[in-house]
């Protein structure tokens, strides 16, 4: 089971998107002020989160939104279908990525990589004008669902050679980076703190949303697998070597692309010029993998093997994250008394078809992934409500601290859930929103069809919202009373 829900914290997140925020939020002199505050959050936010979805899940035997009818009453199942709806948004686009990740694999292996940056953005370009996303879209989602419509046990065996074979590939990839002449100084750029940058709400923004997308605390999707635990296995424990396992893993990828980016450009480009590359090569913020990496892969020794290797783990990663993202999704409607196989068939179908605008637009595609991004902090605020309307020191000592092989989980815990998510939850989405509109965004946070504005968040989170509300004792009354929730032979 640690390695499903390892399979569900190390995905894209951590290779794709994490090297490339880190960029992105960085100052003149480092990155590691976005560390600092990433780091927090994995303590204050994902740790803590990660605790409570085991719990529920390992409690209920139900999935998200069951669980909220189950602990608190059917009035609340429409939070927790938003938790899951949240997740399902991301679904949408995410496999889109994962599409792109499995072309650039068979790219790299069967014709290589491209020579120049100028090859390199025709590769991207070409790619991208073609009908190759909407195809290698639908060839991921086709794997996901065979691999999910045989159950868990299936999601087990396949996350057995997924999750090893990624850390693996992740770590020589890291090792082979660090021994470029130069790289030291894209390390030192990562780890050095301009503590300029901690005033910026939207360095702390992207901190902790990127640190639920690292690690899947709040997507609902560690609940779901949970669902399967033993009822002996424990919670603590668990939650700890995922949440700091996976940023390891970030760390190292991390690692791997900023020592390449710098050791590979520093020859040619000052400092400042190759930070200018890693923030805005790319539309939609994917020119730091898909367009620069394979052309630097070229300028090294052995570079198309670990090009290769590169895109494997890359595709590996964001595969494991599908299929949980697919089981999730499946289980609400097993919760309400669908077949498996039908279940996963309309998942897949529907999450094909909702993805193709992303697929081929870029610019639904960064509006999708901001929106449902920032849409994390609610999802996450949502279970620390369940958790406080149960009643948190209740919660910790009925819920989690069973008599179990575990670590007992002490009272700061309470405090994490009951006080401080729910803080940062309210304190960020405020600070950001006033500040985007009275100096990012002054002319456009109000306008919804503006793919990073205030409003363009409100009116989705909002629709979604109001549909799941009147649909509330519909799914509550399927949920709570449809029989055998939980499949035969379903604990591992």
């Given at each position: 089971?640690?390695?499903?829900?390892?399979?569900?914290?190390?995905?894209?997140?951590?290779?794709?998107?994490?090297?490339?925020?880190?960029?992105?939020?960085?100052?003149?002199?480092?990155?590691?002020?976005?560390?600092?505050?990433?780091?927090?959050?994995?303590?204050?936010?994902?740790?803590?989160?990660?605790?409570?979805?085991?719990?529920?899940?390992?409690?209920?035997?139900?999935?998200?939104?069951?669980?909220?009818?189950?602990?608190?009453?059917?009035?609340?199942?429409?939070?927790?279908?938003?938790?899951?709806?949240?997740?399902?948004?991301?679904?949408?686009?995410?496999?889109?990525?994962?599409?792109?990740?499995?072309?650039?694999?068979?790219?790299?292996?069967?014709?290589?990589?491209?020579?120049?940056?100028?090859?390199?953005?025709?590769?991207?370009?070409?790619f991208?004008?073609?009908?190759?996303?909407?195809?290698?879209?639908?060839?991921?989602?086709?794997?996901?669902?065979?691999?999910?419509?045989?159950?868990?046990?299936?999601?087990?065996?396949?996350?057995?050679?997924?999750?090893?074979?990624?850390?693996?590939?992740?770590?020589?990839?890291?090792?082979?980076?660090?021994?470029?002449?130069?790289?030291?100084?894209?390390?030192?750029?990562?780890?050095?703190?301009?503590?300029?940058?901690?005033?910026?709400?939207?360095?702390w923004?992207?901190?902790?949303?990127?640190?639920?997308?690292?690690?899947?605390?709040?997507?609902?999707?560690?609940?779901?697998?949970?669902?399967?635990?033993?009822?002996?296995?424990?919670?603590?424990?668990?939650?700890?070597?995922?949440?700091?396992?996976?940023?390891?893993?970030?760390?190292?990828?991390?690692?791997?692309?900023?020592?390449?980016?710098?050791?590979?450009?520093?020859?040619?480009?000052?400092?400042?010029?190759?930070?200018?590359?890693?923030?805005t090569?790319g539309?939609?913020?994917?020119?730091?993998?898909?367009?620069?990496?394979?052309?630097?892969?070229?300028?090294?020794?052995?570079?198309?093997?670990?090009?290769?290797?590169?895109?494997?783990?890359?595709?590996?990663?964001?595969?494991?994250?599908?299929?949980?993202?697919?089981?999730?999704?499946?289980r609400?409607?097993?919760?309400?008394?669908?077949?498996?196989?039908?279940?996963?068939?309309?998942?897949?179908?529907v999450?094909?078809?909702?993805?193709?605008?992303?697929a081929?637009?870029?610019?639904?595609?960064?509006?999708?992934?901001f929106?449902?991004?920032?849409?994390?902090?609610?999802?996450?605020?949502?279970?620390?409500?369940?958790?406080?309307?149960?009643?948190?020191?209740?919660f910790?000592?009925?819920?989690?601290?069973?008599?179990?092989?575990?670590?007992?989980?002490?009272?700061?815990?309470?405090?994490?859930?009951?006080?401080?998510?729910?803080?940062?939850?309210?304190?960020?989405?405020?600070?950001?929103?006033?500040?985007?509109?009275?100096?990012?965004e002054?002319?456009?946070?109000?306008d919804?069809?503006?793919?990073?504005?205030?409003?363009?968040?409100?009116?989705?989170w909002?629709?979604?919202?109001?549909?799941?509300?009147?649909?509330?004792?519909?799914?509550?009354?399927?949920?709570?009373?449809?029989?055998?929730?939980?499949?035969?032979?379903?604990?591992?």
């Amino acid at each position: 089971m640690l390695l499903s829900i390892l399979g569900i914290a190390v995905g894209t997140g951590n290779i794709w998107r994490f090297p490339r925020i880190a960029a992105k939020t960085g100052g003149d002199d480092g990155a590691g002020s976005f560390l600092i505050a990433w780091m927090i959050f994995l303590i204050l936010w994902s740790v803590p989160l990660i605790i409570a979805e085991l719990a529920i899940g390992r409690k209920t035997r139900l999935g998200v939104a069951g669980s909220f009818g189950k602990l608190l009453s059917g009035r609340f199942v429409w939070m927790g279908a938003f938790v899951g709806l949240v997740a399902t948004m991301i679904m949408f686009y995410y496999a889109v990525v994962n599409g792109w990740c499995l072309f650039y694999f068979l790219r790299m292996t069967f014709l290589g990589q491209p020579l120049d940056s100028s090859a390199s953005l025709e590769l991207w370009d070409g790619f991208q004008a073609g009908s190759f996303p909407l195809v290698f879209h639908f060839l991921v989602m086709i794997v996901a669902a065979l691999v999910v419509v045989k159950g868990i046990r299936s999601i087990e065996k396949v996350n057995r050679v997924l999750v090893p074979s990624l850390l693996l590939i992740v770590l020589l990839s890291a090792v082979r980076a660090l021994t470029l002449p130069g790289a030291f100084d894209g390390v030192r750029y990562l780890f050095t703190p301009d503590m300029d940058q901690l005033a910026n709400p939207n360095v702390w923004l992207e901190a902790l949303t990127q640190n639920a997308w690292d690690t899947g605390a709040g997507w609902g999707l560690i609940l779901t697998y949970a669902v399967y635990m033993h009822r002996k296995q424990g919670v603590t424990l668990n939650a700890c070597l995922t949440g700091f396992g996976n940023n390891s893993v970030s760390l190292l990828a991390a690692l791997t692309i900023f020592s390449t980016v710098f050791a590979t450009l520093g020859a040619s480009m000052s400092r400042a010029e190759i930070v200018e590359v890693m923030k805005t090569s790319g539309p939609a913020g994917t020119g730091l993998t898909f367009i620069w990496m394979p052309q630097l892969f070229s300028q090294m020794p052995l570079g198309r093997l670990f090009a290769i290797l590169f895109f494997l783990g890359l595709t590996f990663a964001a595969l494991s994250s599908l299929i949980s993202m697919v089981e999730l999704a499946s289980r609400s409607l097993l919760d309400m008394g669908l077949r498996r196989r039908t279940a996963v068939l309309l998942v897949c179908g529907v999450g094909y078809l909702c993805g193709v605008p992303s697929a081929l637009n870029l610019d639904v595609f960064s509006n999708q992934d901001f929106v449902w991004g920032v849409g994390l902090m609610i999802s996450g605020a949502f279970i620390a409500f369940l958790c406080n309307r149960f009643g948190v020191t209740r919660f910790r000592h009925e819920v989690i601290n069973l008599e179990v092989r575990d670590m007992t989980l002490r009272g700061w815990w309470d405090i994490v859930v009951r006080y401080l998510i729910p803080v940062e939850c309210v304190v960020l989405l405020g600070w950001w929103m006033y500040l985007s509109a009275r100096v990012y965004e002054p002319d456009t946070w109000y306008d919804p069809f503006s793919p990073y504005s205030v409003a363009t968040c409100v009116v989705q989170w909002g629709l979604v919202l109001i549909a799941l509300l009147v649909c509330n004792r519909f799914m509550a009354g399927r949920m709570l009373h449809a029989p055998g929730n939980l499949e035969p032979g379903g604990e591992v």
